[in-house]
């Protein structure tokens, strides 16, 4: 399908089941009858488990080891694996270092 | 048809003549038996840059390799694919040949993975295929593994376009370097005994093949090589530690690798000390890369180029972690 605001074609990507249509041109994300209902619903089912903001606090599931160098948001863990840059926020550098030397 | 190769048809440039000669080796390649005049398919540049030209044409994609590529070697790099084809995209024609001055390889094409979803990344297959190159006896007369000679040539560009403008964030990238061991910085032989390695592993370095749902390939062997197998775990490694893939992504290659018996890493326990100085030295290679292009369009560094940053500065605070000791073969003597 055509990106309503832009026309440039949308990407259908599956996440955890629901159906999400994402512009190529302008990233503007589409949602069917009920989808922003299916993503609150398992966004809640995700924050649910999620444990305490103090990063000290004992964890549920050991986290991979990480380096002492590294992001104190990133490999620990610490926040139940959210707050990385590839979470929610797709930046345009993030997608760059990814793919290219 | 003439080579549709997207770029300005007035000027007879040399990238020009390089794109149009590629375009007709793709297509000469693509359908060896059809005239140039009768071909209906267009040629669409794939990648165009200091250090490749690569043009695909259907089912063909021709590379012309970097001006100042060792002959030698490449034509080693390309055997060793030829050889490999479970784990490398095997090449269409066994040797490079020459042509506007670069030497030309010539591929099939494979889907890669989509950029605008790298959740779809595939994780597991990377491992495993890394795996099983990493347990590859490296071939006779390779040349050393790339890595760490890319990690200077980034710190090269950075010192150059620091030259022109100095930039706060480059301190403590040029620190953190300073702190590498010679061998991550290609100032001495790398250590251990040498394993077969990819040598530049991201995530626009896997295909399927055939596309579009054939098995994952590697792909660019230009870096391919001898040389210290952390290295090519060492980009998500980094990627995990700068907070730039989840830690599930992160367990879902490391558990995969040691899965598929990787020799990288010991077995079970932590990675880290195997890891620790090439994760290092592929996050400031990405940092000086990343302030290089900030320096060179004038604007600040993003979020996610500053998180690359910082992980520098906080390096030299922090020990290194040494490199365990070989592991014993079994059934060998020690």
């Given amino acids: 399908m055509q990106c309503p605001k832009c026309h440039a074609p949308m ?3 599956n996440r955890n089941g629901v159906q999400i249509e994402q512009c190529s041109g302008c990233r503007g994300i589409f949602l069917d009858y009920g989808e922003l209902e299916a993503l609150t619903r398992l966004e809640s089912q995700w924050s649910q488990p999620a444990p305490p903001p103090p990063p000290a ?7 991979p080891s990480a380096p002492a160098w590294g992001a104190p948001h990133g490999g620990h863990g610490g926040h139940g694996g959210h707050g990385h840059y590839g979470g929610h926020h797709r930046h345009k550098s993030f997608g760059h270092m990814l793919f290219s030397s | 048809m003439t080579a549709d190769t997207g770029t300005d048809a007035g000027a007879d440039t040399p990238a020009r003549s390089l794109l149009a000669a590629l375009a007709a ?7 060896p038996r059809t005239p140039a005049t009768a071909c209906a ?6 990648a165009d840059r200091e250090d490749a030209t690569v043009v695909r044409h259907a089912g063909t994609v021709a590379k012309a390799h970097a001006a ?10 390309v055997a060793t694919a030829a050889r490999l084809p479970g784990v490398l995209l095997p090449p269409l024609a066994p040797a490079p040949a020459p042509l506007h001055g670069r030497l030309v390889t010539l591929w099939p094409y494979g889907r890669p993975v989509d950029p605008d979803d ?3 990344a595939p994780w597991e297959a990377a491992a495993t295929l890394l795996a099983r190159l990493h347990r590859t006896p490296v071939p006779a007369g390779l040349p050393a593994m790339r890595g760490p000679a890319k990690a200077a040539r980034a710190l090269g560009r950075l010192r150059s376009a620091l030259r022109g403008t100095p930039h706060a964030a480059a301190r403590p990238v040029l620190a953190a370097w300073g702190t590498l061991p010679a061998w991550a910085r290609a100032a001495a032989p790398m250590p251990g005994p040498p394993a077969l390695c990819h040598g530049d592993l991201h995530l626009g370095q896997l295909v399927r093949h055939p596309a579009p749902d054939g098995p994952w390939k590697l792909i660019d062997v230009d870096d391919l ?15 995990y530690a700068c907070g730039l893939i989840p830690p599930d992504e992160w367990t879902r290659f490391l558990a995969a690798y040691r899965q598929a018996g990787g020799p990288a890493v010991p077995a079970d326990g932590d990675p880290w000390p195997a890891l620790d100085t090439a994760a290092r030295a592929l996050t400031v290679q990405t940092a000086a890369l990343a302030v290089t292009k900030a320096l060179t369009a004038n604007r600040p560094l993003d979020e996610v180029e500053q998180a690359v940053v910082d992980a520098c500065a906080r390096m030299p605070s922090v020990p290194p972690q040494g490199p365990r000791p070989p592991r014993p073969v079994p059934g060998l003597p020690d």
């Fill in chain 1, 57 to 63: 606090a004992p964890q549920a599931y050991p986290a």
């Fill in chain 1, 11 to 13: 990407h259908t990507y």
């Fill in chain 2, 41 to 46: 398919c267009a040629s669409s540049p794939l």
């Fill in chain 2, 25 to 31: 080796e793709a297509r000469a390649a693509a359908h």
């Fill in chain 2, 118 to 120: 790298p959740d779809a």
């Fill in chain 2, 68 to 77: 100042d590529t060792d002959p030698a070697a490449l034509a080693h790099r």
């Fill in chain 2, 225 to 239: 090589g001898a040389g210290v197998p952390a290295w090519d775990l060492a980009r998500p490694a980094a990627w």
